[in-house]
């Protein structure tokens, strides 16, 4: 909000320390001071705010890049609306994560009372999750690894839904599928859709890790990587 003192770069960005870090509590945003992420993470999705590029395959949806305003309050929020052609209505990424290693997906997705979100997440073996955008809470989970969790957060306007279980080791989708309320079980459900609804996605993540970190923005089709975060305190 201020200005600071001069940050120099050379070949890549640096950061300033995260302070006024602000968590939303349920109904206010409340300020928890400074932001430390103490372990290296990657985001492997290549790019997670625009879901229009064609890393993202699409099924019986359209995409609307750019409509809606971002939990970063930048018009970066992409609608994917459903086509009324056939069952399937979703988005995917394909990425490897090693064999047996812990491995998150999630994604930041608009509240509402219109449609449910399914996460298929092939690239973590046998994990899914269903999640009501309008309670927000996680109504089933479905998979064989040991470690499968699933978790929703509130963030003001937004959902952010993970998934968490184990790589596969092989190039699979995530999915992140629309699907109607009335549906129950974490798996794919056969609707015809409606032209006029969809859901709103920012800042989808897989990283090879047990929980989601705070959110890497990825762009020009490559990962990004946040180093760890340290702080010293003089005596």
């Known amino acids: ?13 640096v950061y300033l320390p995260r302070t006024g870090n602000h968590v939303y509590n349920g109904t206010a945003w409340v300020n928890e001071g400074l932001l430390l992420e103490s372990e290296a993470r990657t985001n492997l999705v290549t790019y ?16 609307s890049a750019n409509s809606a305003t971002a939990p970063s309050g930048e018009l970066t929020a992409d609608a994917i609306v459903e086509t009324a052609t056939t069952a399937i209505h979703r988005i995917s990424h394909s990425q490897v994560v090693t064999l047996g290693v812990a491995a ?12 449910r979100l399914f996460i298929n997440a092939g690239t973590v073996a046998g994990c899914s999750a269903l999640f009501d955008l309008s309670a927000g809470v996680v109504v089933a989970t ?5 470690n499968l969790a699933a978790d929703i957060t509130d963030e003001g306007d937004y959902y952010r839904c993970s ?9 699979n989708r995530v999915y992140l599928q ?16 409606d032209v006029t609804k969809g859901l709103t996605f920012w800042g989808a993540q897989l990283e090879a890790a047990s ?20 702080l010293t305190v003089p005596a």
């Open 1 to 13: 909000a201020t200005a600071s003192s001069y940050v120099p770069t050379t070949s890549a960005a």
């Open 48 to 63: 997670s705010e625009d879901f229009s590029n064609a890393a993202w395959a699409k099924a019986d949806v359209t995409v």
């Open 104 to 115: 998150t997906v999630s994604v930041y997705v608009l509240k509402t009372s219109d449609r």
């Open 142 to 146: 479905a998979g064989t690894a040991a």
């Open 163 to 171: 998934v968490v279980g184990t790589g596969t080791g092989v190039s």
């Open 178 to 193: 629309a699907t109607e309320t009335a549906h129950t079980t974490a798996s794919d459900d056969s609707y015809l859709g």
């Open 211 to 230: 929980t989601p970190s705070s959110y890497i923005p990825t762009t020009a089709g490559a990962t990004v990587t946040r180093a760890a975060e340290t």
